[in-house]
Nanobody, 126 residues
Framework: QVQLRESGGGLVQAGGSLRLSCTAS????????MAWFRQAAGQEREFVAGISWKGGATYYADSVKGRFTISRDDVIATVYLQMNSLKPEDTAVYFC???????????????????WGPGTQVTVSS
């Protein structure tokens, strides 16, 4: 079972940027589709961004499209989420998730992902 751990969260002012990292402790990381989700206080967890296990395809929630970028480095088994132009409504705990050879279309559904990190808090002040 792949183990994931997020880092890079913190407090930032609106309009600022943060880069989240998620490192996996597994061989064959390149065969895992990866995704970022977030959960704001009192709300359900929602999909943010996904990247295919070959890295050629990405997918974003409409709320972050054009502001966030997901990428991966299979050599160091890490997936990133570059977050620019942050808004207070981006405040949430951010989770990374993985599924072995999942099609990109499936990573938007958290039930399709069977490995999750503990999350990292992102707080955007107005």
């Amino acid at each position: 079972q792949v183990q994931l751990r997020e880092s890079g969260g913190g407090l930032v002012q609106a309009g600022g940027s943060l880069r989240l990292s998620c490192t996996a402790s597994t061989l064959g990381f390149g065969s895992y589709a990866m995704a970022w989700f977030r959960q704001a206080a009192g709300q359900e967890r929602e999909f943010v961004a996904g990247i295919s296990w070959k890295g050629g395809a990405t997918y974003y929630a409409d709320s972050v499209k054009g502001r966030f970028t997901i990428s991966r480095d299979d050599v160091i088994a890490t997936v990133y989420l570059q977050m620019n132009s942050l808004k207070p409504e981006d405040t949430a705990v951010y989770f990374c998730a993985a599924q072995f050879r999942a099609p990109i279309a499936s990573v938007v559904r958290e039930t399709e992902l069977n490995a999750w990190g503990p999350g990292t808090q992102v707080t955007v002040s107005s």
